[in-house]
């Protein structure tokens, strides 16, 4: 098993800034991937970035590449998501996620077996 804790949400004008933090405890070695997904009121969960141990690879949704930035402190077993340049179209409930099976395919919320509670990000005009 494994356990996700998000937290740094809030509100903020637009054109700022948040950290997202994930905090991961129990079976951590088992993790393949970590990403953050978000969800705005009345639309589909959308996928945003994503870290996979296999290669140190990062990915970025097209909507948020060049101004999010995904990384990570082995050490915490924590996955930050920077936020910048924050737009009112960023409002959403943002998930971190956890996958421990195999997967090619870390932008698919299908392929992450745990997930986090969600923190509400709001940014205002």
């Known amino acids: 098993q494994v356990q996700l804790v998000e937290s740094g949400g809030g509100l903020v004008q637009a054109g700022g800034s948040l950290r997202l933090s994930c905090a991961a405890s129990?079976?951590?070695?088992?993790?393949?991937?970590m990403g953050w997904f978000r969800q705005a009121p009345g639309k589909e969960r959308e996928f945003v970035a994503a870290?996979?141990?296999?290669?140190?690879?990062?990915y970025y949704s097209n909507s948020v590449k060049g101004r999010f930035t995904i990384s990570r402190d082995n050490a915490k077993s924590t996955v930050y998501l920077q936020m910048n340049s924050l737009k009112p179209e960023d409002t959403a409930v943002y998930s971190c996620a956890a996958g421990t099976r195999y997967s090619s395919s870390w932008y698919i919320g299908t392929n992450y077996n745990y997930w986090g509670q969600g923190t509400q990000v709001t940014v205002s005009s």
């Open positions: 870290f996979s141990r296999s290669g140190d690879s990062t």
């Open positions: 129990g079976r951590t070695f088992s993790i393949r991937a």
